[in-house]
């Protein structure tokens, strides 16, 4: 039966939603690194290595109803969650002897879980910024409503504004203005001229009036504010900067004094904004892209007010949508999740507020969460798996045979000087000031953004806090930063499938060991390589070293643009650019890696038939195995410069010559070509 939920009915179909959605949690099955089962032997491993190594996990996991994505990585993310479920749990309950930061991350985990009071309050909780755009009356004062929607609300509005390093001058830390303000997934929702991108931009339409219908408005309001909000982030997309451009730090550099800014947008009051969010002076910013603020002033000089109005009411909506009663969170899933993603089910409750807490509290609650799952002696270990790479990846650079003695200085200081973040931080976020209520859901939201956007903004002229995680200790991923120049691995990631000290150092270097390789290589990508040791954009390539790296990334652009995410639709070789030389890289160096370790000891034996070398391979490809839905591989290849799983693993194979020779491929065979790129 489907029910259609519509405005009258708003609480009567609550039930419904929570009956999906509150299904009582099972203990998801830990995954494991090197699966035997997921190998299909009827596949050959010369011709589709990914089919060989994933071929029959594929065939065994479908996508769970709830999953757009569905591999390795998804089910550790769901291993995770489910252990930082079980600490909030325990958190949540009012026992007096919670410390006082389980009481914190309890009590915000407990707002959130507490439906009932969350449908009983309706839209109420949204009532005060709704007020403070009704009450804006003169389009001069578009800045100060701005800032009051940042700083009181937590609410982004038409930019983005913040503090971050100077890309020339990574120790200074400086004001930023940046493109936003758009509520599609990227800037080509709005202008590719395909069928299906417009129906999205016809189904976002008729979001955006149900939305508003369910904030109270008439079915006739609702209609043209949906229209109004449209017009004016059609707009905004003209003028932003597209992803792929968005990769060259020169083209997100422009230094301007606040004067130079005020010239550009004339009809926006910079100084009422600034003070607004109480931002410290400054005499230049970093204006990444000053084309989008020439588009931004366009449109407050001739959208009307009402218009600015819609747009504005619409921001707080959606930024909202989740946390409000089931009929705005059904309907903002129906349209972002299914629609745009193909995602048949909405996760449990307890899901999305495990993964909200983590957002909001994630040091917090981060910190206990290792004292239980990330010990001493799995860091240590870590520490001289990431040894072993470093010395790979300077043999790497030693050997290379197209770059001269000169540039192989300068990329082996700049190997030197990567700073190693494992596990968590030293220094974890004191989060005394931020408040927290048990009985405030949207509050709690809304707080911990302003709490996120303060900290940032106070940065401004202070000295950089090198120690600083850009991701929390239960995070399933990895990150290199260019100004930081560190590699940074979260606990969350520090497990099976990628790191598990059971299995044989194979395994290891084949899993993690390809995940530092990577994050290393990104040092040296088409992004990275732009940045020297210190974190500064300087070119330390010999003019002639440059053109050679480029000839070599123009391979992997060329060869990536081939590979298809869906039939028909190929991948941009060169958005997945940085994403497919660290993969390339940190196969290579893993490999050399392993085989250095391998060679102190005797020789080490076939294990479930399988050499050392291909059992690397194998836990590399495995890594991988995964499911997508469609509709998400179609929005990942405008959104995501990572490419799928399949071309992530052969893509890489095929680039080099140890995985031929490891499975005996005749060469010429499709992972064994006679031509590969090479740039690492
Ligand atoms: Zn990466």
Not at 14 to 22: E, F, P, R, T
Not at 335 to 355: H, M, N, S, V
Not at 460 to 489: H, R
Request: hydrophobic letters at 35%; one cysteine or more; glycine letters at 6%.
């Amino acid at each position: 039966m489907k029910v259609v939920c519509t405005v009258s009915v708003l609480f009567m179909c609550s039930w419904l939603v929570q009956a999906q959605s509150n299904v009582a949690p099972v203990e998801p099955k830990a995954p494991q690194s090197f699966d035997l089962t997921a190998i299909d032997k009827t596949a050959d491993p010369c011709t589709d290595f990914y089919q060989y190594a994933c071929g029959n996990w594929k065939k065994n996991n479908p996508i769970p109803p709830d999953q757009v994505k569905w591999g390795q990585f998804a089910q550790l993310r769901e291993r995770n969650d489910w252990l930082l479920y079980k600490e909030l749990e325990a958190a949540a309950a009012p026992n007096p002897k919670r410390t006082p930061l389980e009481q914190k991350y309890g009590d915000f985990y407990a707002a959130c879980m507490n439906t009932e009071l969350v449908n009983q309050k309706g839209a109420a909780p949204l009532q005060s910024t709704l007020d403070a755009i009704n009450a804006f009356s003169n389009k001069k004062q578009l800045a100060t409503v701005l800032a009051t929607l940042e700083i009181r609300d937590g609410i982004s509005g038409a930019f983005a504004f913040g503090v971050a390093q100077d890309q020339k001058d990574s120790q200074k830390q400086i004001a930023q203005a940046g493109q936003g303000g758009l509520g599609l997934p990227d800037r080509d929702y709005y202008l590719l001229d395909n069928p299906r991108m417009q129906k999205i931009r016809q189904d976002y339409i008729a979001h955006m009036s149900r939305m508003f219908q369910l904030a109270g408005d008439t079915q006739e309001k609702a209609a043209a504010e949906a229209q109004a909000v449209m017009a004016i982030e059609t707009a905004l997309a003209q003028g932003s900067m597209s992803r792929t451009d968005r990769r060259d730090p020169a083209k997100r550099y422009h230094i301007m004094t606040l004067a130079d800014l005020e010239k550009l947008t004339p009809d926006f009051h910079w100084q009422s904004y600034l003070h607004g969010i109480d931002m410290g002076t400054f005499q230049t910013l970093n204006v990444s892209y000053p084309q989008f603020f020439t588009a931004l002033n366009a449109q407050i000089n001739t959208q009307s007010l009402e218009t600015w109005k819609s747009y504005l009411r619409w921001r707080a909506i959606h930024d909202a949508a989740r946390w409000l009663p089931d009929a705005f969170v059904e309907e903002n899933f129906k349209f972002y999740d299914t629609e745009l993603l193909g995602q048949e089910e909405i996760a449990p409750r307890w899901k999305r507020c495990t993964q909200a807490t983590d957002e909001g509290l994630g040091e917090a609650v981060g910190q206990d969460w290792v004292k239980k799952y990330f010990s001493p002696e799995k860091k240590a270990n870590m520490l001289t798996l990431v040894s072993a790479l470093e010395a790979a990846l300077h043999q790497d650079i030693e050997q290379l045979p197209w770059m001269s003695d000169d540039t192989k200085k300068k990329a082996l200081e700049k190997l030197a000087l990567i700073r190693n973040k494992i596990g968590y931080p030293e220094h974890w976020r004191d989060y005394s000031t931020l408040e927290v209520k048990r009985d405030d859901l949207l509050g709690n939201i809304a707080r911990a953004s302003i709490f996120e956007d303060r900290r940032n903004l106070k940065k401004l002229g202070k000295p950089v806090d090198e120690t600083e995680w850009g991701m929390t200790p239960p995070t399933v991923n990895a990150y290199y930063s260019p100004p930081f120049n560190d590699i940074n691995f979260p606990a969350g990631i520090l497990q099976p499938p990628f790191y598990d000290y059971s299995k044989d150092a194979a395994v290891n270097f084949g899993g993690i060991g390809v995940v530092i390789g990577h994050e290393m290589t990104h040092g040296f990508d088409d992004q990275g390589s732009k940045y020297d040791g210190k974190g500064n954009v300087a070119e330390w390539q010999t003019a002639e070293d440059r053109k050679a790296f480029t000839e070599r990334t123009d391979c992997e652009v060329k060869e990536y643009g081939g590979f298809e995410a869906v039939p028909g639709l190929k991948l941009n070789g060169q958005l997945t650019l940085g994403e497919n030389t660290a993969d390339n890289g940190g196969l290579r160096i893993a490999y050399t890696a392993l085989m250095d370790t391998l060679a102190k000891d005797a020789p080490a034996p076939e294990i479930d038939g399988y050499t050392p070398a291909q059992r690397f391979f194998l836990a590399f490809g495995q890594v991988w195995c995964s499911n997508v839905r469609e509709q998400a591989a179609r929005n990942y290849v405008l959104t995501d410069p990572h490419s799928p799983g399949n071309w992530r693993v052969n893509g890489a194979v095929e680039n080099f010559d140890q995985f031929g020779k490891a499975f005996g491929c005749k060469k010429g065979a499709p992972m064994y070509p006679e031509n590969a790129c090479r740039v690492w």
